[in-house]
């Protein structure tokens, strides 16, 4: 068994998960068509309009940063990895957008009171342990203006519970083959992937770990945090439920 499981992800570990190999399969996972609808979904949910500044902590390659560009907003990305930082310059500077990249830990932010908005999106809340999940919170909280707004979409922890683990999903684009092996911790609340990617003749390994939080707990860290009001939202902005794949929790300060 891998000693990780159940562990808080280091920054060592992110850096190598968010690699060059999870560009590789980018679209494979996320078709730009998937990209553009998600993005219309945040722009709802956050109450954008054009002008607006937003935050993405955890932004990747920009898939998502990039896009809300496009539609009006100004936005700054933020990111662990150097790697996916460059190719979300690379690509804004492709697609004619001004997008402020940022190199950095969203546990310790230099913005105060700058933003209307911000958000983490496709699972970029719960790597660390609870002090320094409540920590990003906290952060989040103090870069955004009075009456700003913050978006997290996670996985639904009780829809999850459903499944028997481990489980196990592929992609593939051409000859290269990306191996997801999930499994669930109910001691520690996290859940727990093994990455396998075979690529151009080599096997390479990757671990990811996240807490899964339940709605109740988001409420009590995000008030804790400073936020005044929280919601619930299933997959995309629909409704939550217990079947729903995904927990998506708007928060107003």
Known sequence: MNSNIGKKV???????????DYIHFGDVINSPKTSDRQVGVIWKLLSL???????????????????????????????ISPILLKKAEADAAERGVNVEYVLGDMRSLPWRDRFDAA??????????????NERVLREAASSLR??????????????CLRHKFPM???AQRNDDVRIDIFSNDVISDRENLERIIVRDGRVRRTHL???QYGFSEY??????????????YGKEGG???SDSPRLVVVAQK
């Open 10 to 20: 280091s920054l060592i570990e992110l850096e190598s998960y968010f690699s060059e």
């Open 49 to 79: 309009t054009q002008g607006n500044s937003v935050l993405e902590l955890g932004c990747g390659y920009g898939r998502i940063t990039n896009r809300l560009a496009e539609k009006g907003a100004q936005v700054v990305g933020l990111d």
């Open 119 to 132: 958000f983490l999106w496709y699972t970029t809340f719960g790597y660390f342990d609870d002090a320094d």
């Open 146 to 159: 009075k009456g700003g707004r913050l978006l997290i979409d996670n996985p639904n922890r009780f829809e």
């Open 168 to 170: 196990c999903s592929v």
């Open 209 to 211: 770990s996240y807490r």
């Open 219 to 232: 409420v009590r860290m995000l008030r804790s945090a400073g936020f005044e009001t929280v919601e619930a």
């Open 239 to 241: 409704a939550f439920t």
